[in-house]
Nanobody, 121 residues
Framework: QVQLVESGGGLVQAGGSLRLSCAASRRTNSIYRMGWFRRAPGKEREFVAA????????YYKDSVKGRFTISRDNAKSTVYLQMNSLKPEDTAVYYC??????????????WGQGTQVTVSS
């Protein structure tokens, strides 16, 4: 089973930056897409960004476009989320997830434990 471990969260002032990392176990052959999700207190989990493992195509939530960048390092089996111009509304627990399947049938089967991002005003 694929295991995911997030890191890089912390406390930052509005306008600052953080870089989240998600390291996957060596069993990554079945992964089609990796994504970042977040859940703020009292709110449902929402999609933030995703990247296809093989071709590198990226997808973003509208509110983070131009501020967040998702990338991958295939050799390290790691995905990153560079977050710039952070806003208080970005405060949430951020989760890394891995999906199997393909563009027409995709399921996020594996999830990390989450890392807290807090943006102060």
């Amino acid at each position: 089973q694929v295991q995911l471990v997030e890191s890089g969260g912390g406390l930052v002032q509005a306008g600052g930056s953080l870089r989240l990392s998600c390291a996957a176990s060596r069993r990554t052959n079945s992964i089609y897409r990796m994504g970042w999700f977040r859940r703020a207190p009292g709110k449902e989990r929402e999609f933030v960004a995703a990247i296809n493992w093989s071709d590198g195509n990226t997808y973003y939530k509208d509110s983070v476009k131009g501020r967040f960048t998702i990338s991958r390092d295939n050799a390290k089996s790691t995905v990153y989320l560079q977050m710039n111009s952070l806003k208080p509304e970005d405060t949430a627990v951020y989760y890394c997830a891995a999906a199997r399947g393909g563009p027409y049938s995709l399921t996020y089967d594996y999830w990390g434990q989450g890392t807290q991002v807090t943006v102060s005003s």
